[in-house]
């Protein structure tokens, strides 16, 4: 089998499963319970927090853990317009924010707040100059995707954060799903307030993520109940998800610099083929974007067909993101990216991963050439 799909989930690390095992059959008390099996699960978590936040450079109670991005940035993005809407209603964001920020600003403007999208460019690009031109007196929060997750491109997250340090009264929020283990940030650097992470999308286990809150800053939780998490999110933590998810960020960030340096060698690779195919249109940016994400489109063709017929390779790639790949319509990034209708409605995204080999891209190159030089890719 070769895997492809990278950016929509990864494959756990061995030792994430056998840390998830271990500690689901073995400390499975409630975290919150006052007997020596809570406590130890109680421990287990703090020691996880602790590991992250060294990870992040961070400190530990600035680290929240939630179900994955999308609980994230709903705390992240909702939580804040929830406990500033006294002092604004204003929100700065992208035309290209996965659908979690997406739909949640759709949402809140439902309810009365001003949301500004920012147009991209035509290689998925926003500039400092227009988050700075568009904050206003009442902007309570600037949401920017720093690795968009169809396309790969990056944003000027850092020099963004720089800006917003001269506006105190606007809370940045950067998601940082696609990002992190593959293009580094420093949270402090960049100045940030809000960072979502998942879990699943640097070898851990489904449903596990954490939400860095800055020290001293203040969200309205949208899950009431219990005390966890410091009060923004309520219920009985995934203790098991979140030692593995620990174990899996260690693993990742500890060999980062040499799984960029062959992912980047991988990704040139398939570039230079696409770009020698007359029949596809390369859509990921060839500047600041990120090492693992390629996004071509084969105008005039099913994409959700050509899937199918990798399947028979068996190479499993996708259209766009997992959260809107089985909707046939044409993909949202790709129409703010300017792109032609035969283009957006045609997208497949190949993903990769420190574990995808040189062998693997070749193999897809060969049978992404022999698809289309037999012509067996449904049209539309």
Known sequence: ?????????????????????????????????????????????????????????????????????????????????????????????????????????????????????????????????????????????????????????????????????????????????????KVPLSIREAKIDLLTASGHKFHGMKGTGFLYVRKGLILEPLFTGGSQESQLRAGTENVPGIVSMARALRMTLENIEQNISELEKLKQRLMNFLSQMTEVVINTPVHDSAPHIVNFSVPGTKPEALVHLFEEYNIYVSTKSACSSKDASASRILIEMQKEEKVTKSAIRVSMSAHTSEKEIDAFCLALKEILTKKIVIKR
């Not at 020596?36 to 590991?51: F, H, K, P, T, V």
């Open 1 to 181: 089998m070769i895997y492809l799909d990278n950016s929509a989930t990864t494959r756990p690390y061995p030792e994430v499963i056998e840390s998830f095992t271990k500690v689901a059959t073995q400390y499975f008390g409630n975290p919150s319970s006052v007997h020596a099996l809570g406590s130890e699960a109680e421990r287990l978590i703090m020691q996880a927090r602790e590991n992250i936040a060294t990870l992040m450079s961070v400190h530990p109670r600035e680290i929240i853990f939630t179900s994955g991005g999308t609980e994230g940035n709903n705390i992240a993005v909702k939580g804040t317009a929830l406990k500033y809407r006294k002092r604004g209603k204003h929100i700065i964001t992208t035309s290209i924010e996965h659908a979690s920020i997406h739909e949640g600003f759709k949402q809140l403007e439902a309810n009365g707040y001003d949301i500004t999208y920012l147009p991209v460019n035509e290689d998925g690009h926003i500039t400092v100059d227009q988050v700075k031109e568009a904050i206003r007196k009442d902007t309570i929060l600037v949401s920017i995707i720093h690795v968009n997750n169809e396309v790969g491109s990056i944003q000027p997250v850092k020099e963004i954060g720089e800006m917003l340090a001269q506006h105190s009264q606007v809370l940045y929020h950067v998601d940082y799903v696609q990002g992190i283990g």
